[in-house]
């Protein structure tokens, strides 16, 4: 594991995390596009701006897009409120979901099918609604749950799914009913990440390998942000008597409460990292975002 004197200086690396095969996607992407009605552009509810992809999103074009912010069962509900007024402002349809929550995802073909078909009516005045095939290809950052949407979409595990970014490497046609195909692409960074507060922030949410940024860096980062946001959950579940604790005091005693310790009793702070960073993923440690929607200009 990479190791530096200061554990909140992330890596270059982490600005420019973009492997070979994203490359690769991005050109199948817009390839494959004028094959598709609608393309559904996954993020992850808990960085509902950052976790978009500019780069991706001028390569679509002028094709409809429907933005799915998966993960909403992780993210801060009222933080989720107040970007949703933010989406309805920019008049993009876009819809929050938690992708386990089947009869909600059950919306997204609805939505997605309004869309096209109303484009259709658009591109020609004298169209008739017919029920035609519908086509879409799902879009996004690595590890938003791309490949979950499709399955739980499909009834069945058509293509592969693991918490790890860049599980999918390659792009596939899934039939999800008779009139409905979803293609699967894999996940596509940004060229460069611009803040390294952003960087940060998509690590922490993991869609950027732990070994970029050093699971030492995140895990004080996210350390740092339960502390700040005070969250009650992440003090229950460690036993800390108050948010009012350095982040070397913090992860002592989660050593000590959850018996990373090695010889002589001296703490492991390699597994308290890799613990608290599953467990927060996880949701375990509450719900939260990284950052709040940009404010009107008055
Ligand atoms: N809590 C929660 N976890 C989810 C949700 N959707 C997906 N996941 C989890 O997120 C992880 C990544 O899911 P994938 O579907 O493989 O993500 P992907 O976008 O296809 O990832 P790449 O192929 O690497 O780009 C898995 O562990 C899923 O179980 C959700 O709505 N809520
Ligand atoms: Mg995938």
New binding site residues.
Partial sequence: MRRTNDPSAPSKALFNWYPGHMARALREIKQKLKMVDIVLE?RDARVPMVSGNRNLNESLGQKRKLILL?????ADQELVAQWSKWFDEQGEPYLF????DKPALKKVISMARKIVEQNRKECNPDYVETKTKLRMMIV??????????INQLANRNAT?????????QIQQWINIENDIELM?T??VMPPQIEKEEHGLWLSSIHAIPDDIAGEETTANFVLGHLLKIKSQAFLERYKLESFNLTNDEAFLKIATVRGCLKQKGLPDLDRVYKLLLAEFR??DLGRTCFGAPPKAKA
């Fill in positions: 996954i998966n993960k909403v069962n992780l979901v938690d992708c386990f996004g950052l690595p590890n938003t749950g791309k490949s979950t949407i592969k799914v693991a918490d790890k970014p860049g599980q999918t699967d894999p996940g996880k949701g």
